[in-house]
């Protein structure tokens, strides 16, 4: 039986302590990141607070319904919402991980939920990296301006607003980024751990959160700079100032011991 897989990043975050309480579905994991529903007959539904849902066995029009269910109690909705899709096949002689497909002998619920999670954090991924692209690219577009023209062509208020989406982004990831280690489910079963394992090189999740960090490290490193240079320039200027201010003192004297 084919079974499909689809993730949904629609938001900053969800409040699922909230959504919980408000939700009827059948629970079968919870923490408090996290909450993981039975709705149907081989249907679930995934719930994450960095903002992702995913759904097993969901058409459209159930899908729909289930997001306008969920977004008021998610913050920052986005217009446009990420998506990642993944197939399950079962009834497979053993078990085998492609590239947008895994075979399993049967639709246990572990591997199903083990699934789900792997196809979420990945769709939260292209979020992350989507972000820090454009940051880059803005990163870039001051580098070059300073290589063009030998100065930055930005204003202190433009430069702290610059920051603090940065700070921001780099906290917000910080923040999610331990929901996409293994489960702990996977540490005691060995099955679990390798499937994990081969879901995990399929998403190239960890080489993604590896490039996040380090595109946010080089964007720390040219906001840095970028302060110390208007800090010198601010420098520079009070320095002028002082010095017009003397000239105008000595000026002012030398006017009033001639006249």
Known sequence: MLQKVVSYQ???SIDVKRFSSGFSGELVYH???ELFY??????YVYVFKYGAVCFLNYGIKEIESFLQLIYPYCKNLFENSLTDEFLVQTEAKEVKVGFNQIEIPSA???VLRLVMMNVSQSVALDYYEEQTSK???ETNTHTQTLVNKGRLGLSGKYLKVFIGKTLLLRNRIAENIYVFDSPPETWENETLNRIDGELKRTFDLQVRVRTIHEGLNIIKDNLELFRTLMQHRYSSMLEWIVIILILFEVVNLV???LF
Do not use: H, R
Not at 38 to 43: I, L, V
């Open 10 to 12: 629609v938001a900053d």
């Open 31 to 33: 923490d408090q990141s």
């Open 38 to 43: 039975k709705t149907g007959m081989e249907q």
């Open 108 to 110: 246990n619920i572990e």
């Open 135 to 137: 940051l880059l690219e």
């Open 255 to 257: 006017i009033e011991k």
